[in-house]
């Protein structure tokens, strides 16, 4: 294989990506460290937990988050 067909090969998985509307994007949860859709990330201040102020949360580990400190 020369680089010409090794370009070509990527150029056309770069353009299937593309062309791919259901990619969802990934998001790293500052809590759990699980990554999960960007829909389910939130900005919040988890005070106890975390000095950094407000950062990216999901809405499960701020749903916790606030049944624990109420």
Known sequence: MDIEDYR???YADYSI????P???ELT???CCCEHVEESEIELFDMKEYNDAGTVEYCKECIKNYKEENQ
């Open 28 to 30: 790293k949860c500052n």
């Open 22 to 24: 259901d990619v969802i």
């Open 17 to 20: 990506y593309l062309g791919t």
């Open 8 to 10: 070509e090969e990527q």
